[in-house]
């Protein structure tokens, strides 16, 4: 039997509210905010790119527009579960952000990514406020444990010594960036701690399993309700709203590199071009655009399109350009034609692919990058390539 898209948004949503039962009364008070837990996988098929690429614009179109929200971050494991953590100042805060998205039809091809079958949410009202001012990058980890406690165990005792533990143990681990404790409204608790990378979280837990001073935390849980997930973040490589500053350069077989300012005896950074990263906005419609060069006024070589999470290429001019024809043709060993994009924040590409074989992507620093395009590049009318960025 089919199911519908819309009929599962239905579904998830409905089941968002039903974990969220009772919810007011779980601790509340000005010292406390509340996280919101929800896990999933994708339905079969779904690309996890594009699930990643609309996680991001869901979180800035919408979920961030929220009254009450803090934070959010998303991450994956190692199996393809998803976790998407959001805090929010109040219960009803959350609860008002379920309504928006019941009542938004634009968040529906979100929800038909994802396998209704396997979604969870709870919300965990923090024992204080945490310090929620951090940024994550990717692969950074979100460890989220839960559990309950043993039969008789006195619950502000416990918050207590977790309090210590976090203290005098969690936060003196290589790798530690924050850490916060919680409890839902049926006394399941949620310990989240976030680490820099999955092997100082596994080095964590050596040195607990060591360590008797924590052997008394560990005797009020319930073993039998244990659970622990490790998430590790994806963030996008670009971010929406950062200010880009292109610079082409030419490296001729056995010549050095130049700037294509310099080509005209110019200073390097006279032909530099400047953008602000949109995702719906042609960030560099006319690449290599120049008016009143030696050579007369250039018409742009290139459009250059950036999102948060790709670039795509396309030669503007045809055979008949006075000047842009002559380039046109096969690189040959030792060119390499480089665009320099710069970024007024840091970057977090890590990697890239390309439907152009001789496209390469090199990472100078944390605010710069390079495309290249090397020996065997066809430079011709209507070429065009993409590169997708991770």
């Known amino acids: 039997m089919k199911i519908s898209k819309y009929l599962i948004y239905l579904l998830l949503c409905a ?4 974990s969220c039962d009772n919810d007011d009364d779980a601790i509340q008070s000005e010292e406390n905010i509340v996280v919101e837990v929800t896990t999933f996988s994708l339905n079969e098929g779904v690309d996890t790119h594009s699930f990643e690429i609309r996680d991001t614009e869901i979180e800035q179109d919408f979920a ?9 971050m998303s991450g994956v494991d190692a199996n393809g579960k998803y976790i998407v ?5 109040e219960l009803e805060d959350a609860d008002a952000s379920i309504e928006a998205f019941q009542a938004d039809a634009s968040v529906a091809d979100y929800f038909g990514m994802i396998d209704s079958s396997t979604f969870s949410a709870e919300r965990y009202t923090t024992f204080e406020v945490p310090d929620i001012n951090f940024n994550l990058t990717t692969k950074n980890v979100i460890e989220v444990t839960t559990f309950k406690l043993n039969e008789g165990v006195n619950s502000d005792a416990f918050i207590n010594r977790d309090a210590e533990i976090e203290q005098d ?4 681990q290589p790798g530690f960036i924050r850490r916060t404790s919680g409890v839902d409204a049926n006394g399941k608790y949620a310990v989240i701690v976030f680490w820099d990378a999955l092997q100082d ?4 837990i050596a040195a607990f399993q060591v360590d008797q001073s924590v052997a008394d935390y560990f ?3 319930d073993g039998t309700t244990f659970n622990a997930d490790r998430f590790e973040i994806f963030i996008p490589p670009l971010a929406e709203g950062t200010e880009i500053t292109l610079r082409n350069t030419l490296q001729d077989p056995g010549e050095n590199e130049v700037t294509y300012a310099a080509l005209f005896g110019q200073a390097d950074d006279a032909y530099d071009e400047f953008a602000v990263l949109s995702n719906t906005l042609e960030e560099f419609p006319t690449a290599l655009a120049q008016n009143g060069t030696p050579a007369g006024d250039i018409s742009g070589l290139y459009n250059i399109d950036l999102t948060e999470n790709s670039i795509d290429f396309s030669v503007i001019p045809d055979n008949s350009h006075p000047f842009w024809s002559n380039v046109f043709g096969l690189f040959p060993e030792g060119k390499v034609d480089r665009y320099y994009f710069t970024f007024s924040e840091p970057h977090q590409i890590a990697g890239f692919s390309s439907d152009n074989e001789f496209l390469n992507v090199r990472i100078d620093s944390e605010n710069v990058f390079v495309v290249e395009l ?3 590049y066809n430079l011709q009318p209507g070429v065009s390539f993409s590169v997708s960025l991770d």
Do not use: Y
């Open 15 to 18: 089941f968002v509210f039903a």
């Open 219 to 221: 005797a009020m849980i």
């Open 374 to 376: 090397m020996a065997g």
């Open 201 to 204: 979280a596994d080095n964590s």
């Open 64 to 72: 961030s527009k929220q009254p009450g929200f803090l934070k959010r």
């Open 85 to 89: 953590m959001v805090f929010w100042e």
């Open 169 to 172: 143990f969690a936060s003196q």
